[in-house]
C-alpha cells in the first residue's frame, strides 16, 4: 500500500505537465526540472532513510515517508509559482524516498528467496496499480481543481502513514539489527546498480517528453491521461511474469531483451505516427521500461539476503540509481532533444543499452543466477 499511494501522486502530475508548462510559461527542460526536483529529493533522502531505517525498522520509515509525502502533496497543490511547486517537488521526493526504502526492505526482509523475482514483481505491480489510478487523478484534477483533489490525495497519504507508523508503535516493526560478519563488498553492487541506472534514463527523459509530444500533435490531457493509464495497466500486467521469468530462467534473459527493445519502442515515439499509432508506441515503451526494473531490483534483493545492514545500504543505493537515472534523463533529455533532435537523446541511451545488453552475454556466473553465496569480502567471480 506504500508503494501505491506513493506512485499515485508521482503519476498524476505527468497529464498536468502540459498545463503547468503553459501557465508558468516553462520550456521543456523547465518541465523537465519539476519531474527531476522529485528524483533529487529521493537521492538526498537516501542516506538519512537508511540511518532511520536501522534504528526504527523499515515499516515505520515507511510510514514516515508516506506523512511527509501527503503534507507537501496538499501544499502542491495549493502552489501559486513554479518555485513552490518545484520546492515541494523536492519534499514530495524525500517523502517517497523513505516509503520506498522502508517497503522494498520490508518486501525483500519477508520474500522467500526462490520467489523473490515474483514478489518483487507483485509488488511493483501493486504499485504500478497506483500509477494506473495516478494518471486519472490528474485527469479529474485537471478538468475540475486540483487544490481539491490534490488535498484530498494528500490527506489519505496522511492517514495511510499514520496507521502503518501507529501498526509499528504496536510492536510490528522491529528496528533493524547489525548482525555479525563481513558485509559483502561495494563492488559487487556495481553491476545492479547500472542495470538500473539504464531504463531510469531512459524513464526520465519517457515521462517529459512523452506528455509534451503527445500534447503537442493534439491530444488532450483526457487522451494523456489513458495513455498513461494504459501503461501503467499493462506494466501490472507484465511485472510479475518478468519476474517469475527471472526466477527460472536466470536475471539476465528478461533485462537483455527489455533493454533491447525499450530504445526502439522510445525512437518510435518521435516518428511522424497518427495519435492513436502514438498512443499504442507510448504504451509498449513504458513497459519494456519497467520489465528492466524487475529483474535488477530482485537481484538487489538477493544480494542483501541474510544481512539487514547490508540491506538497508543496499536499498538506498537502488534509490540513487532509479532516482538518479530518471532526474539526469528528465533534464537532459529534453535539452538534448531541443539542439539535436527528439530521437537523438532516445538514439544515444539505445546505443548504450545495446552495448551493455551484448556485455550481459560475459557477466559473472552469480549475476545470472543472482546468488549471493560466496559475495563475502571480495568481489565476485
Known amino acids: 500500500m506504500a508503494l501505491f499511494a506513493e ?3 508521482y503519476t498524476a502530475v505527468l497529464p498536468l505537465l502540459p498545463t503547468y508548462a503553459d501557465r508558468f510559461e516553462l520550456s521543456g527542460t523547465g518541465a523537465g526540472l519539476m519531474i527531476a526536483a522529485y528524483s533529487a529529493g529521493i537521492i538526498a533522502s537516501s542516506v538519512p532513510a537508511t540511518l532511520l531505517g536501522r534504528r526504527l525498522g523499515f515499516q515505520r520509515l515507511a510510514g514516515i515517508g508516506l506523512t511527509l509525502l501527503g503534507m507537501s502533496t496538499v501544499v502542491f497543490g495549493l502552489a501559486t509559482s513554479v518555485v513552490v511547486l518545484d520546492l515541494m517537488r523536492g519534499l514530495q521526493g524525500v517523502g517517497a524516498g523513505f516509503a520506498w526504502i522502508g517497503a522494498l526492505g520490508w518486501i525483500a526482509s519477508l520474500a522467500p528467496a526462490g520467489r523473490r523475482g515474483a514478489v518483487m514483481g507483485t509488488a511493483l505491480s501493486v504499485a504500478i496499480v497506483g500509477a494506473t489510478l495516478g494518471p486519472v487523478v490528474g485527469g479529474i484534477a485537471g478538468s475540475t481543481s486540483v487544490r481539491a483533489v490534490f488535498g484530498l490525495l494528500g490527506a489519505a497519504q496522511i492517514t495511510l502513514g499514520v496507521v502503518i507508523l501507529a501498526s509499528g508503535a504496536q ?9 555479525q560478519g563481513t558485509p559483502v563488498a561495494p ?3 556495481t553491476w545492479p546498480v ?23 500533435v493534439g491530444a488532450g490531457i483526457g487522451l494523456i491521461s489513458a495513455v498513461f493509464v494504459a501503461s501503467a495497466v499493462a506494466e501490472a500486467v507484465v ?11 536466470g536475471r539476465l ?9 525499450a530504445p ?33 531490483m530482485a537481484l538487489v534483493g538477493d544480494l542483501s539476503e541474510g544481512d539487514p545492514l547490508r540491506a538497508s545500504r543496499n536499498w538506498a543505493l537502488v534509490n540513487v540509481a532509479i532516482s538518479g537515472g530518471v532526474a539526469i534523463g528528465s533534464i537532459a533529455g529534453p535539452a538534448v532533444a531541443a539542439a539535436s533532435g527528439a530521437a537523438v537523446p532516445y538514439l544515444l541511451l539505445g546505443a548504450v543499452c545495446a552495448a551493455v545488453a551484448t556485455q550481459l552475454w560475459r557477466a559473472p556466473g552469480w549475476l545470472s543466477t543472482g546468488s549471493a553465496d560466496g559475495l563475502s569480502g571480495g568481489e565476485p567471480t
Do not use: Q
Open 187 to 189: 563492488v559487487s553492487m
Open 253 to 261: 534473459g528478461p533485462l537483455r531483451v527489455a533493454l533491447l527493445l
Open 239 to 249: 511485472a510479475p511474469l518478468v519476474g517469475r521469468l527471472s526466477d527460472r530462467s
Open 7 to 9: 506512485n499515485v501522486f
Open 171 to 179: 510492536g510490528l516493526a522491529a528496528p533493524v539489527k547489525e548482525e
Open 264 to 296: 526502439v519502442f522510445c525512437v518510435a515515439l518521435t516518428a511522424d505516427l497518427t495519435i492513436a499509432l502514438l498512443a499504442i508506441v507510448a504504451v509498449l515503451a513504458w513497459v519494456t521500461i519497467g520489465a528492466a526494473w524487475v529483474p535488477g
Open 194 to 216: 547500472a542495470l538500473l541506472v539504464l531504463p531510469s534514463l531512459l524513464a526520465g527523459v519517457y515521462e517529459v517528453m512523452t506528455p509534451l509530444h503527445l500534447d503537442t
